[in-house]
């Protein structure tokens, strides 16, 4: 059975950069889309990103296209999101899954427990 743990998640000054890495074990996990979605409080799990299971194609939300980019290694069985310029909006819980391609969090059947990012002034 395929599981995802997220890392790299902390404390980080407006303006700065935080990686995150979601580690797969159990089975591969280069036959799926990674997507990597957070959640702040008192709001609904909102899409961030994904990637397809090649690589080769990425897919943003606005909000984050120009300042957050994934990747994955798929010898490594591990997938990343690169944060910079981050802001306070960038607060939250930040959820990799595994799954289709998709904006959609229902398109997704495995995800990790999660890994706190906050963002200060």
């Known amino acids: 059975q395929l599981q995802l743990k997220e890392s790299g998640g902390g404390l980080v000054q407006a303006g700065g950069s935080l990686r995150l890495a979601c580690t797969a074990s159990g089975r591969p996990f280069n036959s799926r889309a990674m997507g990597w979605f957070r959640q702040s409080p008192g709001h609904a799990r909102e899409f961030v990103a994904f990637i397809r299971w090649t690589g080769g194609t990425t897919y943003y939300t606005k909000s984050v296209e120009d300042r957050f980019t994934i990747s994955r290694d798929n010898d490594k069985n591990t997938g990343y999101l690169q944060m910079s310029s981050l802001r306070l909006e960038d607060t939250a819980v930040y959820y990799c899954?595994?799954?289709?391609?998709?904006?959609?969090?229902?398109?997704?059947?495995?995800w990790g427990q999660g890994t706190q990012v906050t963002v200060s002034s």
């Open positions: 899954a595994a799954g289709q391609d998709s904006t959609w969090s229902g398109r997704y059947d495995t």
